[in-house]
């Protein structure tokens, strides 16, 4: 496999480069090391990742580029065979108050990333996102309990559940071009392509921030004895997915004979945790609670979000594996392994 990782030196790729180049694929990261400067973070762990990559996998080219140019990540992916395009800009909020970098990055940079799988005739695993659903989502009939919300009668989200005629975000609206993109190189050029619309993707070597990886800034907050605000009051419910069990399904169906599919990516019913149950995770597994404020709910943020994920195991043959204090706690470990890089 000659494999193209854009966004490598994050969090998901990163995990992406360490498991291919394990099973001793020649690789390229893509990465623009920008994540501090979208997010407007004087981040000292800018760096962690691509240097990670660098001392483990000496073997793997590091290149330092931008998506969003076409002319740079043509060079960096020609010969490839098979892109697994992580890269993006990744904060809802971000994309509120500065929705030009968003666009750049997550709509410009998926098409320039399909035209280089369409001129190498290469293998396209896309990352999509639950938002590409938008504020539709919180017109599913909800109940409200003591710590969570969930849905009435609904099992979770389907691929088939509408996506228009709703607020999005520019970040929605972002990724969303790119899935739909996606599924047309699919169908026009004939493309292998996996759309993997993710909840939430949690796990080590993700250094989130309140804007952006809730579970990872929850266990640094925790960790580190910072204050933690929560927008809304705390009971929205998200199916999370640990970043290994994510890694095993790109690697299903590009191991596949699907030619191209698109499907809701998360823990499903069985693995979910509201805001407040993930601070009575942490506290029972670290004894620590952070300080907690409350403030506004965020715009389009959705109340409940759970993937029905029955279409991606009756066709690529998967299912998660790690439950979500198991993987909370994985999560604990490294962070208290590397406190001296937050």
Same mark, same amino acid.
């Given at each position: 496999?000659r ?9 998901i790729?990163?995990?992406?480069v360490?498991y ?29 990742n691509? @240097?990670?990559? %660098?001392?483990? $996998?000496?073997?793997?080219?590091? *290149?330092? !580029? /931008? ?12 010969d490839?065979?098979t ?6 800009q990744?904060?809802?909020t ?25 001129? @190498?005739?290469? %293998?396209?695993? $896309?990352?999509?996102?639950?938002? *590409?659903? !938008? /504020? ?12 969570r ?16 005629l709703?607020e ?7 990724k969303?071009t ?8 699919a ?15 949690? !796990?080590?070597?993700?250094?989130g921030?309140e ?12 960790m580190?004895?910072?204050p ?25 169906f ?10 809701n ?6 693995k ?7 601070l ?13 404020s ?22 690529l043959?998967?299912?998660p ?22």
């Amino acid at each position: 496999m000659r494999l193209l990782v854009t966004g490598g030196a994050g969090f998901i790729g990163s995990h992406v480069v360490e498991y291919y180049a394990r099973k001793g694929a020649e690789i390229t990261v893509f990465d623009n090391l920008c994540r501090a400067k979208l997010l407007k973070k004087d981040e000292k762990n800018a760096l962690f990742n691509w @240097n990670y990559i %660098r001392a483990n $996998y000496p073997k793997v080219k590091l *290149v330092k !580029g /931008d998506v969003a140019d076409c002319i740079a990540l043509k060079e960096a992916g020609k010969d490839c065979d098979t892109i697994i395009h992580t890269a993006a800009q990744t904060a809802v909020t971000t994309s509120v108050v500065e929705p030009e970098p968003d666009f750049w990055a997550n709509a410009l940079g998926t098409f320039n990333v399909l035209e280089v799988a369409r001129k @190498n005739n290469a %293998r396209v695993v $896309y990352c999509s996102t639950n938002k *590409v659903y !938008g /504020d539709n989502v919180n017109k599913v009939e909800i109940a409200e309990g003591k710590n969570r919300y969930s849905f009435k009668s609904s099992n979770g989200i389907q691929e088939t559940f509408p996506i228009d005629l709703c607020e999005h975000t520019p970040y929605g609206c972002s990724k969303l071009t790119g899935d739909l993109y996606t599924q047309d190189y699919a169908h026009l050029y004939g493309l292998k392509t996996g759309g993997f619309r993710m909840s939430c993707i949690y !796990g080590t070597r993700q250094f989130g921030v309140e804007d952006q990886g809730w579970v990872a800034w929850f266990t640094i907050a925790t960790m580190l004895g910072k204050p933690i605000t929560i927008y809304g009051d705390g009971k929205q419910v998200r199916d999370v997915l640990y970043v290994s069990d994510l890694v095993g399904l790109y690697d299903k169906f590009l191991s596949s004979k699907i030619r191209h599919g698109v499907w809701n990516t998360g823990g499903g019913n069985e693995k979910t945790m509201s805001l407040l149950e993930l601070l009575d995770i942490l506290e029972k597994l670290t004894g620590r609670r952070s300080k907690v404020s409350f403030s506004d709910w965020r715009p389009s943020d959705q109340k409940v979000y759970i993937s029905d994920i029955s279409k991606v195991q009756k066709e690529l043959g998967w299912k998660p594996n790690v439950k979500p204090e198991e993987g909370v706690k994985k999560l604990v470990d490294w962070v208290n392994a590397n406190k001296a890089v937050f």
